[in-house]
């Protein structure tokens, strides 16, 4: 599409009229609608255009390539909320994974996942696009979680706080990824028991 990668737009505003909310949201919409029956290598900006009924130069403005718009139309079905504060640990880890847990389970998010598996070996501009202008903002919101349990006692002060953000994205990828006939329970059951487990063994960790 001759355009260098850029951040994802989709929150900004540049100079000119205001961005209408609207437009925005009927862009996303087609897009994952497209995503869903053609896939992504049949994807274009011209019919993600037609079927948001708006020009293709509105799509461009909003969204520099196909990988962030496609990574912003999969990242529109998540909450974009600032990191939780309950006031200890076990709270914040429910209040951070189990309202996600739809959207961890959509079809598209799934389908999503796989397209990045594949991406990091043949298209790293989209993974590349989707780890900074999506996963590292949650990323840095998980860290926040275990920086204020470590100020609070509930971890220890020399715990590897990057590491155990991997550890658990990891985990929670691993269960969204497994087939539902594989699956002896919901994903948010999954969930609830492995935050009891990182409870147990984060306050381990506090203990040594």
């Not at 000119?16 to 609608?33: F, M, N, Q, S």
């Not at 290598?41 to 962030?68: C, I, N, Q």
């Not at 939780?84 to 847990?101: M, V």
């Not at 993974?127 to 900074?132: D, F, I, L, P, S």
Request: hydrophobic residues 45%.
């Amino acid at each position: 599409m001759g355009r260098a990668p850029q951040a994802l737009r989709s929150s900004q505003s540049g100079p000119g009229r205001p961005r209408e909310r609207h437009v925005d949201d009927d862009i996303l919409t087609a897009t994952r609608e497209l995503l869903a029956e053609v896939g992504f290598e049949r994807l274009t900006m011209t019919d993600v255009a037609a079927r948001a009924g708006v020009g293709r130069p509105t799509v461009y403005r909003r969204y520099p390539s196909k990988e962030a718009l496609v990574a912003a139309s999969v990242e529109a079905l998540r909450r974009d909320e600032p990191a939780p504060d309950t006031g200890t640990l076990c709270g914040d880890l429910r209040a951070e994974l189990l309202p996600r847990a739809p959207a961890f389970g959509h079809p598209l998010v799934l389908q999503f996942l796989a397209m990045l598996l594949v991406s990091n070996a043949e298209r790293s501009e989209f993974a590349e696009v989707y780890w900074r202008d999506a996963v590292a903002q949650r990323r840095d919101a998980f860290g926040e979680i275990l920086v204020r349990a470590q100020a609070r006692g509930e971890l220890a002060v020399d715990a590897d706080v990057d590491l155990l953000t991997d550890v658990v994205a990891g985990t929670v990828i691993y269960q969204i990824l497994r087939p539902v006939g594989a699956r002896t329970e919901s994903l948010e059951g999954r969930l609830e028991r492995l935050i009891a487990l990182l409870c147990s063994m984060l306050g381990r960790l506090e203990r040594d």
